[in-house]
């Protein structure tokens, strides 16, 4: 198949299609296929424009991304598409569609008035099997004619690799589920186990401590000293069972991207904004990441629960032979005098011990009304 773009054509040939099937392959996230899908397509092609479709169950879109478009002109055009008209046709038939004008196709219907201007087309379905995945859209070749017969063979393969990648990323995403599930399990476990009994031999305490307060308050005063050992013994066994789980993502997906998800989550979960940033830091040995992730969370959760500020910055950074995690925030501070009776209230102790316990070290920057930088630093990096 001479000027095939599949063996040395003007698309890139085999070393640019073998670049767009080893970049998919390497994707686990399901997001991630997606755009790399539609973004090596697009180039692959030399299109203008690039979609890819993924349905729900509704007769919509449950994803929709697109390449070539902007993200204000993405803003205009509107919610996700609905499967009508020529999108529709890419999920209900087995094979390509390939348009010299798809404006003049009677299936063209419902496009926003500010979508861009578009005239060829070539679109694929992404099939796994019987089952429709998702489905491929292009517009506007670069070059004069339009899409050619190659340009379909091209897409076509390309699907059928994008169709591996997105069943295994969607297995990936299933089995860390179930990981996480099995963890929560495992912790309901310790928790019932190591700390069950003793709260109940607390709360007993603590009624039996009621019930002398007023005709023998010595004994009360015990009962409530024993309340006060038991308490202690029950976060002591708490602070325990959590400490050895180490969270499956950190396993999975390495530091960085546990650390980038997590403060996504709290980015949305919170009013005030969160950001991460990394700078040149990629993995770390178990025992670091494990104790940077410890000491983020409980910064975090201090930032965003006690210091009421609105921002809260979170940075990894390279620091000579090791890394340097910063959590800091615009709030309220405290004044380091206090910083010892706030310590524990805080989770300072805890971070600190960590900190120590991976050979690295931890300090507190505050003073009143301009903010805390908790900064952690660990050998190893």
Request: charged letters at 25%; aromatic letters at 4%; a negative charge.
């Amino acid at each position: 198949m001479t000027g095939s773009p599949v063996f040395g054509g003007p698309c890139g040939g085999l070393a640019a299609v073998s670049t767009a099937l080893l970049a998919m392959s390497r994707r686990l996230e399901v997001r991630d296929v997606l755009r790399t899908i539609v973004v090596s397509a697009r180039e692959l092609l030399d299109a203008e424009y690039a979609a890819l479709g993924v349905p729900d169950d509704h007769g919509g879109f449950a994803q929709f991304v697109v390449d070539g478009i902007t993200e204000d002109q993405w803003r205009r055009i509107g919610p996700l598409p609905r499967q009508h008209g020529i999108l529709a046709a890419m999920l209900h038939q087995d094979g390509p569609e390939r348009l010299a004008d798809v404006r003049k196709d009677p299936r063209f219907e419902g496009w926003p008035t500010a979508h861009p201007e578009m005239s060829d087309f070539l679109g694929q379905p992404v099939r796994d099997g019987e089952e429709t995945l998702a489905a491929l859209f292009l517009a506007n070749k670069r070059r004069p004619g339009g899409f050619t017969e190659e340009d379909e063979e091209l897409l076509a393969l390309l699907a059928q690799h994008a169709a591996i990648a997105l069943t295994n990323a969607r297995l990936y995403e299933r089995s860390r589920e179930l990981t996480i599930a099995e963890e929560r399990s495992r912790l309901a476990h310790e928790l019932h186990d190591a700390v069950a009994q003793k709260l109940f031999s607390l709360r007993l305490t603590a009624q039996a401590a009621a019930a002398l307060v007023d005709r023998d308050p010595a004994r009360a005063k015990g009962e409530l000293q024993q309340v006060a050992a038991l308490a202690a013994e029950a976060a002591d066994e708490l602070r325990a069972a959590v400490t050895e789980l180490r969270p499956a993502a950190l396993d999975e997906d390495g530091l960085v991207a546990t650390l980038r998800d997590q403060v996504h989550v709290l980015d949305r979960a919170h009013t005030a904004h969160v950001t991460f940033t990394c700078d040149g830091v990629r993995a770390l040995p178990a025992t670091q990441e494990e104790a940077l992730l410890r000491v983020a969370q409980e910064a975090l959760h201090n930032a965003l629960r006690h210091s009421g500020g609105d921002r809260v910055e979170v940075t990894l950074a390279r620091r000579a032979a090791g890394a340097v995690l910063t959590v800091t925030d615009n709030g309220s501070g405290f004044s380091p005098s206090s910083i010892r009776s706030a310590g524990r209230h805080l989770g300072l102790v805890s971070m600190r011990d960590r900190a120590s316990g991976a050979g690295g070290r931890l300090a507190v920057h505050s003073e009143p009304g301009t903010g805390t930088t908790i900064e952690m630093e660990v050998p190893g990096g």
